[in-house]
């Protein structure tokens, strides 16, 4: 089994580099943001309480969110080869979780990829995806307000990975065949 963590700020390319990834390596992809707009379009009861946070440009509660992930990969066959996460963890608290997920399978996060990109090209992607999205948080007000939680919640992950040798960083601005090769020469390492 090989775990990968995509991790980066909104509008870092995850959803884009997720892609390029699953069919170079056959893993299964489990992104929680579509996940979410999933149960919103479908309106159930799940879709309803996270699009109470999702529109504000909040993170939806660490034990709801840790239960639809474990949830997500019970029972799941698809899950066999690896998974690649991308948009989980996003705090500290659902990265140990994580890790707690994947020790009780007997596997670990091989890798971290973190889509570093500046702030203000991250601002003109959203803003130019939500002229297209429809998505209720890709404007200005919701944007600013994702990015001031990203700084406060998301973004000590990078030193936690760090730390424990599996952060790859990876500049997330250029071209997307140019970053998709450069996250692959950071994976060879990681991968038996
Ligand atoms: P990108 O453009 O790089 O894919 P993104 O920030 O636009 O990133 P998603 O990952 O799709 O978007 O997440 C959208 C929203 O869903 C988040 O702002 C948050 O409200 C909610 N969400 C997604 N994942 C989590 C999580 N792990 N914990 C809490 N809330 C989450
Ligand atoms: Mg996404």
Redesign the pocket.
Known sequence: MYNLVVF????????TQSARLIDEYGLYHI????L??DHIARETELGKI?NE??SK????P?AL?IEILENTLDGNPDTANGVIF??????IP?AEALNEMLHKRGARVDAVVG?EVDDKELIDR?LK?GLESGRS??NMETINE?LN?YNRQTAPLRDFYITQGKYHSIKGSGSIDDIFNDIRNHLKSTRK
């Open positions: 980066g700020a909104p509008g870092s390319g995850k959803g992104s929680t943001g579509e979410l707009r996270a946070y999702i440009g909040h993170l939806i660490d969110m991308d948009g989980f963890p996003r705090t659902q889509l959203l995806r948080d890709d994702r939680v």
